[in-house]
């Protein structure tokens, strides 16, 4: 057995702006916030706690950096829509028009978009 095999993961992402980045991932998202600081917003993602950081002048990668295993992609992205999340679309990379890729076996799906600060999230339904 593994010396962190049996601890419970914590994820974090930064923010540059307290002031938008909360309320996505409450409002928009959907998650639970469980406490706020001085130093981060923290949501239960399932049992995964989530760590909204501040980090002075952040700047966002390039790479998802948080994912949200679902049963149905389609119907995420539908939803997120409704409430104003843009997704992002890719040339070349043969998504469908609401922005999901689908794996060339059909398993898996997978569709990206942003936070307020830039950093790339994704809905996906693993194979």
């Known amino acids: 057995m593994g010396i962190l095999s049996d601890a419970r993961p914590v994820a974090f992402v930064g923010t540059a702006n307290r002031a938008t980045a909360p309320p996505f991932y409450r409002d928009t998202l959907g998650l639970k916030c469980t ?10 993602m399932s049992g995964t706690m989530l760590r909204l950081s501040d980090i002075p002048n952040f700047k966002p990668g390039e790479h998802p950096v948080l994912g949200f295993d679902v049963d149905d992609v389609r119907a995420a992205v539908s939803a997120l829509r409704t409430k104003g999340v843009t997704f992002l679309i890719y040339e070349g990379f043969g998504q469908d028009d609401l922005g999901i890729w689908t794996a060339p076996d059909g398993k898996a799906q997978v569709a990206w978009f942003k936070d307020p600060d830039g950093n790339m999230l994704s809905v996906n339904r693993s194979a």
């Open 35 to 44: 406490s706020e600081d001085q130093f981060a917003a923290v949501f239960d």
